[in-house]
C-alpha cells in the first residue's frame, strides 16, 4: 500500500471468507482452461486511492483495495466507531510500512460484507488494527487475505476488481480481454509463505530490481539503493527535490524526482522517464508498483499460475504531478517509444450510470480531467438523481480550473444529498479559495454536527484552512482538535502544522517554537519539519539556532529551496553575506519562488 509492504512473520491469521457467487465461464484462448469469475467489486478511484464499499456489523465502511497489504487492516478510529474490542496481536505479528513498524492490535468483526463479493455477509472476520494514518480515506485496507488469496483481476481503468477460479491453464495467456492487444507476462514471487503480496523482475537502466505490484501505494516509488545501482543518486544535477510522504508507521520519507533511460518490465519498456525514488526500506524488493501503473494497465495476478498477465491501457505510466505533461508512454512488448500518447484507449464501454462513474474517477485518478467530465456527463444524463456523480463531476471540473461549474455541481449535489460530508467538505473549500470564509464556516459547521465523534474531520478541516492561506483560522482550529485528541497519533503532524499556520502569522513565534519543539520529540525528524522550526527562529533572531536547523535540514533534503533561502538570509544577518548571497543565488535556482513565503513575514535580504 502507501504504507508500504505488510510483513507477518510465524503465523497465519485466520479469515472466514468463501466462494458465494455465479461462476461466470469466459473465453480463453484453450478449451480446457477455465477462468471463472466469482466475485466482482466495484472500484471508485479517490485521487490514486482504489476503493471498494462494504459493511461492518452493518454499518457502511470504505476500504482502500491494497494489493500490497498482507491482511486487512482497520484505523483504531475506524473500530472504536464500530464498536469492535481490540485485542493483543500475537508477538509474531510485525507490520511495517515505508515509515517504520507500527503498534498492532486484533479484533473480529461479528458481520462482513463488501459490494461485489455475494448478498450475505460474512461471520467473526478478523483484521488486524493499527494507528489513524489513512483515517481520512477509508477505515482500513482490504489485503491480500481477501484480495490476495486467489487470481486477481485489478482494471482500475474500468472500475473494478474480479477474482477468478483458474484451472488447467498451465502455459495459457490468461489475459481474456487482450485482443490482438500485445500482453506482457512475468512469473512471480511472494514476500513469505504466509503472504500473497507479488514480486516480479524488472530492469531499470539495464540493472536488474525486484517490484512489488502493490495498489495501495498511490504513487509507483522506487527505493534509494536501487536507483543508486541504475546510476542515480539524489546529488545527481537533474534530479529534483520532492515531496516528503508517509504511510504507516512513524518515519516521513524524503522522496526525488529523477529521469532514467530505460524500465523495462516484463518486455514493455518506458525510455526517458521520470520516476519517483525515495528513502525506503523494502523487504526483499526494491520498488511499489503502485496505483499509477495499475490504472494505465490492466492486470491479472495469477496465483495458480504464479504468473502475471498486464496490457497497456495508453497514456502516462508514472503519472508525477512534477512532470505530467512530459511524461513518456510504454512501448507494449514490441518497441520503444518516448511519444506521449494521450489518455487510456482500449476501455470497455460502461453500461450504466455507476459505470461511467467508476470510470469517470479512475480519469480523474490519472489526471485526465476531460475524459473524466465526459463520463460523469454520461452517468448524469442516465441517472440525473445521483448525487456522487454531480460530487465527481464538480472535483474534477475544479482541478480542470472550472470554478464556477464546480460550485455549481456541488450545490447540486448538497440539493440531492443534503447530508453528504465530503461534498461539504469540498464546497467549503471552494468557498474558501473564494473568499467565501462566511459560507465555508457553514459548511464545515455543518460537518462538524454531521460527524461529532469523527476525529478526522477537524483535522482535515484544518488542513483546507492552511492550504488557502488562512493561517490564523487554522491555528484555532488546529488548538481545538488537540484539545479533543491529546492521544491521538496524529498529534505530532496537528503541532508542526499550528507551528507554521502560527510562524505565517508572525504572531506567537513562542508558540509556534513550542509546538515544532514538541513535534519534533513526537515524530522522527524531517526536512520539512525542521524548516519549520528554522523559519520561526530566524523570524525570532535566533539566528545560529536557525542555521543549525537548516543545515540540518539540507543534511536530509539537499536540494531543499527553502532550507537554502533561509539559511542564506539567516547568514546574512549573522553578517555572513558571501555565504548568504550564495546560498539565496542556489535557491532562487531551484525554485524562483523560494522567496514568497519569507517576504509574506517580512524577512527579506
Known sequence: MSDGVFEMRGRTLGVCLAVCSILLPLRLPAASCKLVKYAELPVTMAGAKAIVTGSINGVEARFIADSGSFFSLLTREAAAKFQLKLRPAPVELDVRGIGGGEAAYLTTAREFSLAGYGKHPFKDVDFVVVGNEFATEAAGVIGQNVIGDTNTEFDLANGAIRLFVVKDCKGQNLAYWSGDDPVAEMKIEYTSNTSQVAIGNALLNGSKIRVVFDTGAAQSILTLKAAARAGVKPSNDKVVASDIIGGLGARGIETWIARFDSFDLGGEQIKNG????????????DMLLGADFFLSHRVLIAETQREIFFTYNGGPVFNLDQSHRA???????????TADTGPAGALQAPMDAAGFRRRGTAFAGRKDYKSAIADFDQAIQLDPADADSYYQRGLARWRDRQAVLAMADF???LKIKPDDIATLLERGTLRLANRDESGARTDFTAIAALAPNDASIGLRIAGRYVANGNFATAVGQYYQWIAAHPKDDRVPE????????????GKELELALADCDEALKRSAHTSLLLDSRAFVRLQLGNYDKAIADYRASLDLQPKGAMALYGLGLAEQKKGLQTAGDQHIQAAIALDPAAADEFRSVGLVP
Open 274 to 285: 521520470r520516476l519517483l525514488m525515495g528513502d525506503i526500506e523494502l523487504h526483499d524488493a
Open 327 to 337: 511524461q513518456p508512454a510504454v512501448a507494449p512488448a514490441t518497441g520503444t517509444t
Open 411 to 413: 450545490d447540486q449535489a
Open 494 to 505: 496537528a503541532l508542526h502544522e499550528r507551528c507554521w499556520s502560527r510562524a505565517m502569522t
